[in-house]
């Protein structure tokens, strides 16, 4: 079990790009991740997962298409590069990771068992 640090949240404005990467203490390799969100008010809301081999990546159809996961396991790091954003993405985001998630990608926070402890993102107009 491994800890996970998010950095490279902040503030931008609608339409803009902003890029969170999560830091793991150790090897990655093996392991699916995925990015959830919370917003104020709301339930947390899973966004992207990425397989520990990196072939299986799921999006939310919130972010299909202005999101992208990608995993780099030689730094130990998983990055969520988010484009045109919208003041609806502000939210604190989480990365997390599944040690049982070599081959399979899923947006369910039960088959994750390490969290980071959140950046916070904001679009604001």
């Known amino acids: ?49 990425i397989s520990g081999s990196g072939i299986t990546i799921n999006y939310a159809d919130s972010v299909l298409g202005r999101f992208f996961i990608s995993r780099d396991d030689d730094k130990d790091t998983v990055a969520l590069q988010m484009n045109y954003l919208k003041p609806e993405d502000t939210a604190v985001y989480y990365c997390a990771a599944g040690s049982m998630l070599a081959r399979r990608c899923l947006l369910e926070s039960t088959y994750y068992n390490a969290w980071g402890q959140g950046t916070q993102v904001t679009v604001y107009s």
Request: net charge positive; charged share 15%; aromatic share 8%.
């Open 1 to 49: 079990q491994f800890q996970l640090v998010e950095s490279g949240g902040g503030l931008v404005q609608p339409g803009g790009s902003l890029r969170v990467t999560c830091t793991a203490s150790g090897s990655i390799l093996k392991t699916g991740f995925a990015w959830f969100r919370q917003a104020p008010g709301k339930e947390r809301e899973a966004i992207a997962c």
